[in-house]
């Protein structure tokens, strides 16, 4: 089964660009059905999307069902997987975020980890904090967003039958 994500994590880097991963997140890895290591890659905001081996491998072969013709799927292939990097960690846990992803997600020393479904993103703690302050804005997303897919209750119930009460 694939590992999932939660929770939220701050951590600093330190000077050679490094980070151990949250041993909470860590914990949720199997290596033999997760793979070993990670691969960090652009997210869509600024922040880097971190995956296991193996979920990494399963996106690859997700994106190889898709039309080879189309210019938009050259486009987010090169920058989804143009910007991917392979991720060691050392025997302390810790990993090297390449200097090149760090510049692009605005990572400075301060970072915070969010465990997000398959992935952990990785955010500078000034960006998550901006973002998080403007409650606005993000209630005008989320609002957009369930007006156009619905509820997550209406969701599970379309997927799942009948009524969602709680009881089993």
Request: aromatic share 12%; hydrophobic share 35%.
């Amino acid at each position: 089964m694939a590992a999932h994500f939660k929770g939220q994590f701050e951590l600093t880097l330190d000077d050679k660009g490094r980070v151990i991963i949250p041993s909470r997140l860590r914990s949720k890895i199997d290596p033999r059905t997760d793979g070993e290591g990670f691969v960090a890659t652009a997210g869509t905001a600024p922040c880097l999307w971190i995956y296991t081996a193996a979920e990494w491998e399963r996106i690859f072969n997700e994106m190889r069902r898709f039309d080879r013709g189309s210019p938009e799927l050259h486009e987010l292939q090169r920058d989804y997987f143009g910007q991917a990097e392979d991720l060691a960690p050392d025997r302390q846990g810790r990993v090297l975020l390449p200097e090149r992803l760090r510049n692009w997600a605005q990572l400075d020393r301060e970072l915070v980890f969010v465990g997000c479904f398959d992935r952990i993103e990785i955010w500078g703690a000034e960006v998550w904090k901006e973002r998080n302050d403007d409650r606005d804005a993000y209630q005008r997303r989320i609002d957009g967003f369930l007006e156009q897919h619905g509820s997550y209750a209406s969701r599970m119930q379309k997927y799942f039958g009948g009524e969602l009460t709680g009881e089993r």
